[in-house]
């Protein structure tokens, strides 16, 4: 009895915000595509790998550069997932007993332990679909979204791949819906029409597709197993206001009687988000990096020393994954500035806005900073292995 198995590559990933096919984005180092022919290389005798024609070329590269030996050909995808199916299905020739698992390349998480339940169960019935019992409640609506139904939770399931058949099952339905004008979601769905029965196995819930880009977080986080790779620095540091200069927070001049004293433009807040991350990988800190001896920091913007931090973090296969900046001044109101502050910020490191913080603070005229002697500034930030 073999096993064959038909993948679908044929995604445009219009929802990952991203120009090139989501199954050829990189995951950890490895593009999706890969990870999915990797999964499946232990049990598949024959792997067809359906895929639109120009994307056919860039896939054979990949499996080149990771040099996966696996008995492959390519097969055209369709206008629907059902003829892309049909189109992998018509490049086997198969025994009436073999095993074919259909998979989405997309979801490249999934397990061995997952794999093996499905091929048991068609051996066992033949059929095995992975499904993960519903948590939530569904509704039922007709098209005026007023609800008709009411599902009983304990039957539903939210159905995965891969999804096994024996060859004499799913290749007579398939051919039969294509001539029958049938249109399917999924492949157990053209048994169901003709009446067979599809037994479902427990599904996995890291088995996930990947849709929209939190998907590819998610996956790196399961991949990577989740917090245990995040580090987390902290960073202090404090500026004494005095006449005749510029108070620069976060990139932004702010117009005021003082400004910070400093080698450098002086930024408070900006020198403590540095130290939070360079804190973040034990790399030393600021003055290590960026010593105040240096004349070629004299009056420099921080932002730039920013983004060379950034750089250096990079350098060491971290990137920072959010930050919080506190900044603690009596005067001036800082409120009008903290959106160009977060956006300065937030460009330096390359992150989008909603992972950058930056609030202020009065001391309730207490210390140095009620006196206004100084400003002070602390920042935290949370760093990920960066995505190779
Ligand atoms: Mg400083």
């Known amino acids: ?13 219009s929802r990952m915000n991203a120009s090139v096919n989501k199954i ?51 097969a055209a995808g369709g206008e629907t997932r059902q003829q892309s ?4 299905l018509k490049c086997l020739s198969p025994d009436p007993s ?17 794999i093996e339940r499905i091929i048991r169960s068609v051996a066992e019935s033949g059929t095995g679909i992975p499904g993960v019992p519903a948590t939530s409640t569904y509704k039922l609506c007709d098209a005026d979204s007023f609800v008709t139904d009411t599902p009983d939770r304990s039957c539903l399931y939210e159905i995965q791949t891969p999804q096994g058949f024996t060859a004499e099952t799913i ?44 998907d590819l977080e998610r996956a790196r986080s399961i991949l990577e197993g989740g917090a245990s790779f995040m580090r ?28 910070l004293l400093g080698h450098s433009d002086a930024d408070v807040a900006l020198h403590a988000l540095m130290d939070a991350m360079l804190g973040a990988c034990a790399l030393g800190d600021i003055g290590k990096h960026f010593p105040d001896s240096d004349e070629k920091y004299r009056g420099v913007s921080s932002v730039l020393l920013l983004t060379e931090t950034n750089r250096i973090l990079s350098e060491h296969g971290f990137a920072v994954y959010n ?54 500034a602390y920042a935290v930030c949370t760093v990920v292995a960066k995505e190779r």
């Open 1 to 13: 009895m073999k096993t064959y198995v038909v993948m679908l590559a044929g995604g445009r990933g």
């Open 24 to 74: 050829l984005m990189p995951l950890c180092g490895t593009p999706v595509i890969i990870r999915s022919l990797q999964a499946f290389s232990p049990y598949a005798d024959e792997t067809v790998i359906v895929a639109r024609p120009d994307e056919q070329k860039l896939i054979q590269d990949e499996i080149t550069r990771f040099g996966l030996s696996l008995p492959f050909r390519f």
């Open 85 to 88: 199916v049909l189109s992998g």
């Open 98 to 114: 073999d095993i074919i698992l259909i998979h989405d390349a997309a979801r490249c998480l999934v397990s061995p332990d997952l």
């Open 171 to 214: 290749i007579p339905a398939s051919l039969r819906a294509a001539e029958d004008g049938i249109d399917c979601t999924d492949d157990a769905c053209v048994l169901e029409h003709y009446g067979i029965p599809v037994k479902v196995v427990r599904g996995d819930p890291s088995n996930i597709k990947l849709t929209e880009p939190a």
């Open 232 to 259: 987390i620095g902290m960073g202090y540091d404090v500026h004494r206001l005095v006449e005749g200069r510029k108070l620069i927070l976060c990139g932004v001049e702010v117009p005021f009687e003082l400004g």
């Open 323 to 376: 930050a919080d900046i506190t900044i603690a001044a009596q005067k001036p109101k800082l409120l009008p500035y903290i959106a160009e502050m977060k956006a300065n910020t937030a460009q330096a490191v390359g992150l989008p806005e909603d992972r950058i913080s930056v609030k202020a603070t009065t001391t309730e005229k207490l210390g140095f900073e009620g006196r206004m002697e100084g400003i002070s």
